[in-house]
């Protein structure tokens, strides 16, 4: 018959399937409507994952902190104009983190957009995306669909990773080609994230400043953690014997308990040491820059740093042994420099393990606390007991004082277990993180939320239950931003800007989607209701009450608040 005879087809839609697929993408993180909703139909038929959520942005996160846990892109699908902008927060928020993610949009066709005459959520997507990622590509034609999924994985993973865009407009779509052709036009990116060495002489330069150093330290930051290298950077540490730092999502790549961290004893290891490396951290304002009262005498310290992008050197500080290359690949060859040629830091050791333990025993009564209502470290004293007894669970944590406080005081034991507010110290993050961390590591997912943060992304409980992943959010609920203690000077009616619905039961929304609520007033009632869900693999919600008194303003980075020196709030 004619039917028969006719060369067989495909299409835009099948085309951009296969291309994922062929690059191992498994899971896309979407939300659907014009003109991506058969994309995904076909996508599940095909037998992808579809996690479809209720806001873009929320889908965006998960899409960013997938690349993260993976090395992969995570990817993230959205309708054009409103829905593309959600994501587009994401998208920026990845790049700005070193996270790989592909952001597709389905767009307006070009020529209508172009002219701006007026389309179905017209916008120049392409254009608005651009200095807000590190590539942004379009594909108009069918047979180019294989190439421009290649460039946009290649963009995403290489060099130091970020954000890409890809603009596909309708029209693309429903392009049909001949299917021989088409399978021949898709590409297999081949070794995507190549490795880099540096040169003998910059290894040299580093082993040199290593060798001489009396009060040597590394800081590990969430690069090291991304580039996967675990066992050569524990030989490099453990051959070393230097003391080391964590930044907040490189927390766990070693134990936090390990006998060289010196996560407790910061403020002395930041001051005293004489030659600071950094893997994969960047001298930000999370490091205050590399100078002042944190990093004790002006000139006092001698930098070497590990990074993939060569501009990252020098800029906050001089870098005198600037190491380029990718973590794995240098890790390597320091280690094999040191085997031999480096005496471990004996003395220095033993002075920050004094500091440590007096540290820690200073800590360990507020964290035994049963008090009611309950005050943070009550709470967090529960929760690292949770993660301690499941070091392979992953924890998503965000919020103020409940950042900043789970972050010293629940410890990690393994890599890339720790999601939080990264660079950005963003709030928002939380419901996509966690759906995320549970569809791509299939292990149970604690939330550690403050009251405010979850408000962000709070409607994706709904996806939670929908998909019934194993995720236990625990709302620290003190009332408020910061606090839940602030009124209206006015005296007028309108509550403060700083306080929500007292008492609210964030509990009662996990129920009504199918879910487990639990409401909590004291640590050890905290401790039970979240190891049941833990164990129990169910979607579940402790929201559990917080001295509404407890907390402080702005949490650890109240100085980054300007205040009036003429009007005291
Ligand atoms: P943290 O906030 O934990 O200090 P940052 O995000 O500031 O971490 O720093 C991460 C750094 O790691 C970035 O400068 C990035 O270029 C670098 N990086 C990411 N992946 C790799 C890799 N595979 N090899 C080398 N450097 C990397
Ligand atoms: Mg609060």
């Known amino acids: 018959s004619v039917v028969e005879d006719a060369p067989a087809l495909t299409d835009g839609f099948q085309l951009v399937i296969d291309a994922l697929k062929l690059n191992d993408i498994e899971n896309l993180y979407v939300v659907p409507g014009i003109p991506i909703s058969d994309l995904l139909r076909m996508a599940q038929a095909e037998g992808m994952r579809v996690v479809s959520f209720r806001h873009e942005q929320n889908a965006g996160n998960a899409a960013a902190i997938a690349g993260f846990m993976t090395k992969k892109p995570g990817v993230c699908m959205t309708v054009s104009a409103p829905g593309f902008l959600n994501g587009l927060t994401a998208l920026a928020n990845a790049t700005t983190n070193c996270f790989p993610m592909i952001l597709i949009s389905g767009s307006s066709e070009r020529e209508v957009v172009d002219l701006q005459q007026g389309d179905y959520e017209e916008m120049d997507q392409l254009a608005i995306a651009k200095p807000l990622c590190k590539a942004a590509f379009r594909i108009l034609h069918a047979q180019d669909i294989g190439i421009g999924v290649a460039r946009a994985i290649r963009a995403a993973v290489s060099g130091r990773p970020g954000g890409v865009y890809l603009d596909l407009p309708a029209k693309l779509f429903s392009q049909v080609m001949d299917a021989a052709e088409g399978a021949k036009s898709l590409v297999k990116v081949v070794d995507p994230t190549p490795a880099q060495y540096p040169s003998a002489e910059a290894v040299n330069r580093a082993l040199d400043l290593l060798k001489g150093a009396k009060r040597p330290l590394v800081i590990f930051g969430k690069g090291a953690a991304y580039a996967q290298a675990d066992d050569t950077i524990r ?9 080391f730092l964590q930044m907040s999502m490189a927390k766990g790549l070693l134990p936090d308990t390990h006998p060289q961290s010196a996560g407790a004893a910061r ?3 930041l001051q005293d040491a004489d030659v600071v490396m950094l893997v994969g951290a960047r001298l930000n304002w999370l490091l205050s820059h590399g100078k002042g009262k944190t990093w004790g005498k002006p000139g006092s310290k001698k930098f070497i740093q590990v990074d993939i992008e060569p501009r990252e050197m020098d800029s906050n500080v001089e870098i005198h042994a600037p190491l380029v290359g990718d973590i794995a690949s240098v890790m390597e060859v320091l280690l094999k420099g040191i085997e031999g040629g480096l005496t471990p830091p004996t003395d220095w050791m033993a002075t920050v393990a004094a500091k ?3 540290n820690v025993a200073k800590m360990a009564p507020k964290l035994m606390s049963n008090a009611s209502p309950m005050n943070f470290h009550g709470a967090l004293g529960a929760l690292r007991r949770i993660i301690k007894e499941r070091p392979d669970a992953m924890l998503v944590n965000e919020g103020a004082n409940t950042l900043d406080l789970a972050r010293g005081i629940i410890d990690m034991y ?9 660079t950005w110290g963003v709030m928002g993050v939380g419901m996509g993180y966690a759906v995320a961390a549970a569809v791509e ?10 009251d405010s943060a979850f408000g962000f992304s709070g409607m994706e409980v709904e996806t939670i239950c929908r998909y019934n992943l194993p995720v236990c959010i625990v709302i620290f609920n003190n009332n408020g931003i910061y606090r839940g203690t602030d009124v209206n000077p006015t005296g007028g009616a309108d509550p403060s800007p ?3 619905v007292p008492g609210s039961r964030y509990d009662k929304m996990m129920e009504a989607f199918g879910g487990v609520g639990v409401h909590v007033t004291n640590p050890d009632e905290l401790y039970r209701a979240v190891s049941e869900a833990m164990d129990s693999g169910r979607p579940t919600l402790v929201n559990a009450v917080i001295d509404p008194a407890a907390g402080t303003e702005s949490g650890n980075i109240g100085s980054l608040n300007p205040t009036s020196s003429v009007r005291k709030m």
């Open 356 to 358: 440590r333990e007096q």
């Open 498 to 500: 700083m306080v929500f």
């Open 414 to 422: 393994e890599p890339r277990k720790r999601l939080d507010v990264g």
């Open 267 to 269: 403020s002395l290891v």
């Open 441 to 450: 590591s299939g292990k149970p997912v604690l939330a550690v939320e403050g």
């Open 235 to 243: 030989a490099f540490v453990e051959k070393s014997g230097i003391p």
